[in-house]
């Protein structure tokens, strides 16, 4: 009688571990499926929107399906409709040089990455695999920028850059940020400090200088925490806005953040061209989307490594 | 070469200070860094220069603007502290500030609290990189397309949002345009844009975390929830201070999604610091005056990051 009435609460205590955490699961899923859902809707939307008719659209605003299917606001912001067209399909007629305003978005982001994780790769390579005197002070100065936000130089950096006639220039917009990246040196430092000197020993014995153990040994050994970099800094720097918008007062040389920024300020107050908006928004989404494409699993990887470091 | 998740962990390992080389008998280690000095000399003359020009000067710059009156055409004139007293009685500035830390506090708070939800559940329930993929696709958009995709969506009268409240049987929200939807909704652009960045950081972080501890735990018989506060938290500490830093300094610098979505408005309600400072600097040409405010946000952000720094005791780790 005692076994009895034992064994059925034996057999529920142990059910019942196996059971929560399936109630637990469903639960989790449930909110991870709802994050997913938010985090995408807008993009959904950004895409159902730039498909619309910008009138019908507004007439029919809770349709999940563009509203008058159209490729009009991407026509519109590409410049290849005629204005009449485009007050048609609810444009402003008003001209965006959005293919301008990307290629140069695409020159500011790639040559500021490229010579900041360029400069920042041989800074990490003095000190790291080089033995010289004063080594860890200097370094250690570097480190102290890292405390400095940059909200303390923008505005004296911008008059450094009107004095020197830079404004509204690539020059001027890249500067700034081209030489120095205390993260950057830290982050490639401490990776190389990891490495092994045995191969280096090798190549030192067959009489490879230190530059040439840099660039044929040490530099493709980082390989992997360099294209970290590139890609968090090329993000980065394509979303760049405000430095862009303190140097540049015309569209010569302002990146796609400031040419969506003035499209959006310049669309009528009274009925906004929300489908041609949308289109814009998608055309400078658009790059930084195929690098995901492409890059996808290195970017995540790359993200969390960042914050390790 | 690929980055696994293994090589975080053994960089997190190396030291901060250099090792001391092991010196071997009969190898002459030292004549083989013989010419190191002029070399590393060449190798950090950019940065250097870069470090000088662009951080070093500007600092001090920063600093000595603050105390001037600059209007930018003229040369700086030296009036002592008057932009601090100028400040003090400036309603503007204590308003500005508010509404800073007003949306620092719910845009940090919000995304902290959803990205600890959503990293440990990712880390308890799925490693898929397809799912952490798509919620990190909001950090691939700028600060100003994801503001303007906002707008659309907030709109008064034909944004999503409001014409499901309307089916709902609700009146519409002013989400952008009243004074006090404003900041919060400001708030919720900033969590869409940074949870998954931040999730994926944490998630990161828990990967580091020995499965075996969760066994240990588990075989004790500790439900999923005491597991989280007992183990996973303690043990994310030094991740979670970098995290919860690096949030409130960006959040206390926020300017393109405020500069896109409400230009500060209406009346003031989303005048974050920086847009301030922007204003001053470049819509009134004082430029004394805004680096004083720049000065003062620099110094709250110093203490702010201090005292985090103390309160979550980042540099010790519960894992030794």
């Not at chain 1, 055309?283 to 993200?303: C, D, E, T, Y």
């Not at chain 2, 909704?185 to 944490?202: D, F, M, Q």
Request: aromatic share 12%; charged share 10%.
């Amino acid at each position: 009688m005692t076994a009895a009435a034992v064994t059925p609460s034996r057999t529920t205590s142990a059910r019942r571990p196996r059971r929560r955490p399936r109630v637990g699961r469903g639960v989790a899923w449930i909110y991870l499926i709802l994050v997913v859902l938010a985090t995408l809707f807008p993009f959904y939307w950004m895409l159902r929107s730039a498909l619309s008719n910008n009138f019908s659209m507004i007439a029919d605003p809770s349709n999940p399906l563009p509203v008058g299917f159209t490729w009009g606001p991407f026509l519109r912001v590409l410049g290849l409709e005629s204005t009449q067209e485009a007050i048609a399909q609810g444009g402003s007629g008003a001209s965006v040089p959005i293919l301008h305003y990307l290629l140069n978005s695409v020159i500011y982001a790639t040559l500021s990455t490229a010579c900041i994780v360029f400069f920042s790769t041989l800074a990490a390579y003095a000190f790291s695999r080089l033995q010289w005197r004063g080594r860890e002070l200097v370094f250690s100065f570097f480190l102290a920028a890292l405390m400095v936000p940059g909200i303390l130089t923008l505005l004296p950096n911008f008059v450094l850059i009107k004095d020197l006639g830079l404004l509204n220039s690539f020059a001027g917009m890249i500067l700034p940020g081209a030489l120095f990246s205390a993260f950057n040196i830290f982050f490639l430092r401490q990776f190389m400090l990891g490495l092994s000197s045995e191969i280096e020993e090798a190549a030192l014995l067959d009489g490879a200088g230190k530059l040439r153990m840099l660039f044929g040994i040490t530099l493709p050994m980082t390989s992997g925490p360099i294209i970290t970099l590139t890609i968090l800094g090329f993000i980065g720097q394509w979303h760049d806005y405000f430095w862009p918008l303190l140097v540049t007062s015309d569209d010569s040389v302002a990146p796609l953040t400031l040419g969506l920024a003035i499209f959006k300020q310049s669309s009528p107050q009274s009925q906004p061209d929300w489908a041609g908006l949308m289109a814009a928004t998608l055309v400078a989404a658009l790059p930084m989307l195929i690098l995901f494409m492409v890059f996808g699993k290195r970017i995540v990887n790359s993200i969390g490594f960042s914050g390790l470091k | 070469m690929t980055l696994s998740t293994a090589a975080p962990a053994a960089n997190a390992a190396a030291p901060l200070r250099a090792p001391r080389r092991p010196r071997r008998p009969g190898n002459a280690l030292a004549p083989s860094h013989r010419g190191d000095g002029r070399l590393a000399w060449i190798l950090i003359a950019p940065a250097a220069i870069g470090f000088l020009a662009f951080a070093v000067y500007p600092t001090l710059r920063g600093i000595y603007l603050s105390f001037t009156d600059y209007r930018l055409l003229s040369s700086p004139t030296f009036i002592g502290v008057q932009n601090f007293v100028d400040m003090v009685q400036d309603s503007t500035f204590w308003s500005s500030l508010l509404v800073t830390v007003y949306f620092v506090i719910l845009a940090v708070a919000l995304t902290l609290a959803f990205s600890l939800l959503t990293a440990a559940i990712l880390h308890r329930v799925t490693k898929s990189t397809v799912l952490r993929g798509l919620i990190i696709l909001p950090f691939l958009i700028s600060g100003v397309v994801a503001a303007t995709v906002w707008s659309w969506m907030l709109d008064p009268q034909l944004g999503i949002v409001n014409v499901l409240i309307e089916h709902l049987g609700a009146s519409p929200v002013k989400f952008l345009t009243s004074r006090e939807w404003a900041i919060p909704s400001l708030a919720v652009i900033s969590v869409w844009k940074n949870l998954g960045y931040t999730s994926i950081i944490i998630f990161a972080g828990l990967q580091t975390i020995p499965p075996t501890i969760y066994e240990a735990g588990r075989l004790d018989g500790a439900s999923e929830a005491k597991m989280f506060f007992r183990l996973t938290l303690p043990l994310l500490r030094p991740i979670l201070a970098l995290v919860v830093v690096l949030n409130v300094i960006g959040a206390f610098q926020v300017f393109d999604i405020v500069s896109v979505a409400t230009k500060g408005g209406p009346a003031n309600a989303s005048l974050v610091l920086q847009m301030y400072i922007y204003q001053k600097a470049f819509g009134q040409f004082d430029f004394g005056y805004a680096s004083a405010m720049s000065l003062a946000l620099f110094l709250i952000l110093i203490v702010i990051t201090f005292v985090q720094m103390r309160l979550l005791r980042a540099n010790e780790s519960d894992n030794a």
